[in-house]
């Protein structure tokens, strides 16, 4: 049954992730709150994640479970496919490759009911692409608003923790257009506020040939997001595309 008290829904899209997958069911296992459920969603992937996933929890009355898409649809189906899955009343969302620090979900879930909020993130650190720590902190505001979000991306999608009590299901869906996750983070701060944990409790790995790589593409992306999906006028589109694209930038330097 959906919304499980005190159970968190960690949902992961996997494509080609054998080279880490592994590694991120261990550390999933690694987190001081045991209170989880591990919804590993296969989009067809050609690699061997799949046979790696099998072989991981073979044998075990485990509380990681494999789904497999029959056809690839992207991030977002697959994260939605997890998400219909899900009997938590938490969710939280994690990138195949990403790292997460022991203790994430304990500190977060504390926040979060801290907070009495529905949306929570916390700061993270870039990574290489073995995960390695570069000393490049993302910073997280206490408080964020929607319109503060529009010129500004600072939710990454490995650190947010939803409570579904108080967003509901249907919210928290991912549309399927580019930049899924912060067309949904926008979605949901009409309605809630976030609220930043301004500590490093993920790594985010960057691989150098990755689509958040490429800063074209990356402006193409956001601003089809403010006029197609937020239905922004030119001039505020322009606005926050400024500002979006001037932090993008310090935040990286």
Known sequence: MKGQE?????????????AYIEETMAMVRAQTYQNWELILVDDCSGDDSVPRIEKAIAGENTNIRLIRKKSNEGAARARNTGLSEARGRYIAFLDA???WMPDKLEKELAFL???????VFTAYEFGDEKAGRTG????????????????????FTSTVLL?????GWE????PEVKSEDTATWWKILRRFNAYGLDEVLTIYRRPAKSLSSNKVEAVRRIWNLYRKEEKLSLWKSCYNLFFWALRATLRRL
């Open 163 to 167: 409570d579904t009590k108080l967003t």
């Open 6 to 18: 005190e159970l968190i829904s960690i949902v992961v899209p996997v494509y080609n992730a054998g």
């Open 136 to 155: 490049k902190v993302v910073h997280v505001p206490e408080i964020l608003e929607y319109q503060q979000a529009l010129s500004r991306t600072v939710i």
């Open 171 to 174: 919210l928290i869906q991912m």
């Open 113 to 119: 009911k801290e907070k009495k909020a529905a949306f």
């Open 97 to 99: 490759d990403d790292v």
